[in-house]
């Protein structure tokens, strides 16, 4: 089975403009794990995660070991949300996407998510336009439906 077979065509996406903000509301609101940034005739050209946006909110190690016996104040983590939310998609996202194509064997698509510690995966053709998405989720229920279809007969 390929990737083709169970992807979801009905696709999430935002612009290289969009705010920090939008990028948020879009994701906690569709409860994804990921959103794709896709520009001109829908070519993907960068990804951004939940756990990324998170990630901006809080201090890093660095700024925490600075800290020494201070705890961080989360007034100033709410004050980054200010700070944070018109900054654009282009400058939040990460370029270096990992993807498969629609011809991709499933089970090679999940160890791929499995080795990068990722929820889903853009599917691209070979032009780079996106075409749809994949997750774990949607994997397992493959697999599970096809065995106990197996079992069945």
Not at 44 to 66: K, N
Not at 89 to 110: E, G, K, Q, Y
């Amino acid at each position: 089975m390929n990737v083709s077979d169970i992807m979801s065509k009905n696709l999430v996406v935002l612009s290289p403009n969009a705010t920090f903000k939008e990028v948020w509301r879009t994701i906690f609101k569709k409860k994804i794990h990921s959103v794709p940034i896709v520009g001109k005739k829908d070519v993907m050209v960068g990804i951004i995660t939940r756990e990324e946006l998170l990630e901006r909110l809080y201090p890093d190690y660095q700024e925490l070991f600075s800290m020494e016996d201070e705890f961080p104040d989360f007034e100033d983590m709410e004050k980054k949300v200010a700070v944070l939310s018109g900054m654009k998609a282009s400058t939040l996202m990460r370029s270096h996407v990992v993807f498969v194509h629609p011809d991709t064997p499933i089970m090679r698509a999940l160890s791929r998510m499995i080795v990068r510690r990722i929820h889903q995966m853009p599917v691209v053709d070979d032009d780079g336009k996106l075409v749809g998405m994949v997750t774990k989720g949607d994997i397992f229920i493959s697999l599970f439906k096809s065995s106990t279809h197996k079992t069945r007969k």
